[in-house]
């Protein structure tokens, strides 16, 4: 099975600052590790994705997320945070070589993000 | 260019009642996804759907039923309605299946009186 935790429910950050949303995952085999943003009533927007290759991914809106397979961790990072970016963050996860009823992103709880001015 | 559309954005149903969702996803997407987010919670996943054919399937009972048309658009049934589905059900659509990501739409706010 897979899963996704999120340790944080609330990160408050000061504008400036650098932000870190939390993410750690478990799958039998190798990650696809995803992270998204939602707004209030609104869908998920795709920030970005680790798939192979290099641990460092970049993403949209000046996002990164850095892969660790030893801590099995997927985090979201900003060097300088915005009031714009206070959301709601996913970290989604599959394990790439599952197969039918298993072919599914399995998401994290949640990280309500806050920047506060 | 269009983004993935859902219809309605809100209904209300009594439970017993049935509910049909409609998703048109990006043009050229073949493969479309259903979730159910229930507030405070991340999505669950439900269905997906590529070139018509079912590639997945939630834990989710025998009440919950999806296809996709030829035009790759999709329709979530969801029979006998409880209390408890209740929720903004989200369609995503993406080139194909796995690692293309998903592009989701706004979701349908169903609630369940």
């Known amino acids: 099975a897979q899963s996704v935790a999120q340790p944080e429910d609330q990160v408050n950050v000061a504008e400036g600052n650098p932000l870190t949303v939390k993410c750690t995952y478990s799958?039998?085999?190798?990650?696809?590790l995803f992270w998204y943003v939602q707004y209030p009533n609104r869908g998920l927007q795709f920030l970005l994705k680790?798939?192979?290759?290099?641990?460092l991914v970049k993403g949209s809106y000046g996002f990164e997320a850095e892969f660790n397979k030893s801590q099995t961790s997927f985090h979201l990072k900003k060097p300088s945070a915005l009031v714009s970016d206070s959301a709601l963050y996913f970290c989604?996860?599959?394990?790439?070589?599952?197969?039918?009823?298993?072919?599914?992103?399995?998401f994290g709880s949640g990280t309500q993000l806050t920047v506060l001015p | 260019d269009a983004g993935v559309t859902q219809s309605p954005t809100h209904l209300i149903k009594t439970r017993g009642q049935h509910v049909t969702l409609r998703c048109s996803p990006i043009?050229?997407?073949?493969?479309v996804s259903w979730y159910q987010q229930v507030l405070g919670q991340g999505p669950q996943f439900i269905f997906q759907?590529?070139?018509?054919?079912?590639?997945g399937r939630g834990n989710f009972p025998d009440r919950f039923s999806a296809r996709q048309f030829p035009n790759y658009s999709s329709e979530l049934n969801v029979n006998a309605l409880l209390l408890g589905d209740s929720a903004l059900y989200l369609c995503?659509?993406?080139?194909?299946?796995?690692?293309?990501?998903?592009?989701f739409g706004p979701g349908t706010r169903l609630t369940v009186t």
């Open positions: 043009s050229g997407h073949k493969s």
């Open positions: 680790y798939i192979t290759g290099d641990n």
């Open positions: 759907y590529y070139e018509k054919e079912e590639r």
């Open positions: 799958v039998s085999g190798n990650p696809y």
């Open positions: 995503a659509s993406s080139l194909g299946g796995f690692p293309h990501e998903q592009y």
């Open positions: 989604a996860v599959r394990d790439a070589f599952s197969s039918g009823s298993a072919r599914q992103l399995t």
